[in-house]
């Protein structure tokens, strides 16, 4: 993205965040979006880790800044950061065409990975459950002997 458009854009303001603070919460909803200037921060779901980011120019909070939808996430500063706040979305978008492109390459982009990441889980759940169905057919063949087993040494007590 042309770095030019955050220079005196009054619809952009620089934000600080230290190590430890909140910078987005996991189902709250505001259409704030954020555009890392430097340093690193996390992305946790239901507490789990899914990424750190520290991407000069990486968008952080997009999909709910876009859809007004709570945020699906929550994303902690790990060092000192400061961001690019936007407020007013629609309008910086509309002003900053570059940007809105740029914005949609990236959205194009996480949805390249998910469906890849969502192929690599599917193999892999499929996987396990081949392996699953394979072990318990195998223990019920030896469940089923050790049954006949039992069955002839009881015969044979009698």
């Given at each position: 993205m042309a770095k030019n458009i955050f220079k005196d854009n009054p619809l952009i303001k620089e934000v600080h965040f230290k190590p430890?603070?909140?910078?987005?919460?996991?189902?709250f909803t505001d259409t704030k979006l954020f555009i890392l200037r430097k340093g690193k921060v996390e992305v946790t779901k239901e507490g789990i880790r899914l990424t750190t980011i520290e991407d000069k120019g990486t968008y952080i909070g997009e999909i709910s800044s876009i859809l007004g939808i709570p945020r699906n996430a929550t994303v902690t500063a790990v060092s000192d950061v400061s961001l690019y706040l936007v407020e007013k979305v629609s309008d910086f978008l509309k002003q900053n065409p570059e940007a809105a492109l740029d914005l949609g390459r990236v959205l194009a982009g996480r949805i390249v990975d998910m469906n890849e990441r969502f192929v690599e889980i599917k193999k892999n759940f499929d996987e396990i459950t081949q392996t699953l169905i394979k072990d318990v057919e195998e223990d019920t063949g030896q469940?089923?002997?050790?049954?006949?087993?039992?069955?002839e040494i009881e015969k044979s007590l009698l």
């Open positions: 430890g603070e909140k910078i987005i919460k996991e189902n469940l089923n002997s050790i049954q006949a087993s039992l069955k």
